[in-house]
């Protein structure tokens, strides 16, 4: 065999396995592209609907994050104002227990005082009793 032969079989089959080898790899390779033709053309596609939608969703959400603004500071208004009612409340509800206390002692001071007067006092109001019953006499007589 020749020399030449030989090299001519090898280069012949080397470019046959080179061949094959291509066909594999394109043929593995075009699902891929397919795929990365249909991902391209999805993203494309989610590009356009977030360029339309992005714009009056955020105008939306400032508007929602407004009311929430005007929410919390009526809120904190409100509480405050509960707070100082309550103050209120707490300052109007010492006096009337100051005062209550006041009376208390007062009155206590007074049924003290008459329930002395009624046991020691007993035999003075007798007495003043007939003295105003007399008088009473007297008077109807004229």
Known sequence: MDANLVVNVA????????????????ASVMPLLRQSEA???SLARLSDTLDK????????LRGVMD????????TAQRVTDVGHKAEELTGNVTTLVGTAKKESSVASAGLFAGLKAYFL??????????IAME????ELKH
């Open 11 to 26: 280069v012949v089959a080397a470019l046959i396995f080179l061949a094959v080898s291509l066909t594999i790899l394109v």
């Open 67 to 74: 009311g929430v603004n005007q929410i919390r500071s009526i």
């Open 135 to 138: 008088r009473k006499n007297v």
């Open 53 to 60: 939608e992005v714009p009056p969703t955020l105008a939306e």
């Open 39 to 41: 991902t391209l053309s």
């Open 121 to 130: 006092g007993g035999e003075e109001k007798a007495e003043s009793k007939s």
